[in-house]
């Protein structure tokens, strides 16, 4: 039996409610908070001001990866598997040189007002010690704005 909810018994009535449900008929969620973190966080970046970061821990099984997939089908929230390092974040190829399926980096991608997503932050940890400072670095940068 699980805990009750820190922030109550979700509402069924709401958007939010409704989605919580809907999830729980795919995922095991005895605690909706988790969720209303996810969706707070990926709202928090659609709007102005200051970026928020969400890294959830957890064991295996737990529906992390499930929970942050769901956002994978919105406006401006892009998944970023590969980190290859600057030019995967913000290529500064001309247009001449430009293949035709160029996106321009994941940053062009996102733009002002949107979301990253890493599954799993392993594939940053497990980069050669050069690489992971460069990626930190972009990470850093794009959090305070520059």
């Known amino acids: 039996m699980s805990r009750p909810s820190l922030l109550g018994p ?9 989605a919580i449900s809907r999830i729980r008929e795919f ?9 209303y973190a996810v969706l707070g966080a990926a709202a928090a970046n ?7 970061w969400l890294m959830m ?8 990866t499930e929970l942050v997939n769901m956002l994978l089908g919105l406006r401006h929230v892009h998944e970023a598997a ?12 001309g247009t001449k040189e430009k293949a035709k399926d160029a996106t321009g980096g994941l940053l062009r ?8 997503i890493i599954n799993d932050y392993t594939s940053v940890l497990s980069l050669d010690p050069v690489k992971r400072g460069e ?3 972009i990470l850093r940068e ?3 704005g520059r």
């Open 142 to 144: 794009c959090y305070s």
């Open 109 to 116: 991608q996102v733009g002002n007002h949107g979301a990253i």
């Open 57 to 64: 821990i957890g064991p295996p099984g737990a529906g992390k």
């Open 27 to 35: 995922l095991y969620i005895p605690e909706v908070e988790i969720v």
């Open 46 to 52: 659609m709007v102005e001001g200051e970026p928020v």
């Open 10 to 18: 979700h509402r069924v009535d709401t958007p939010v409610g409704r």
């Open 135 to 137: 990626v930190m670095s």
């Open 82 to 93: 590969n980190f290859s390092g600057a030019a995967a974040f913000l290529s500064g190829t």
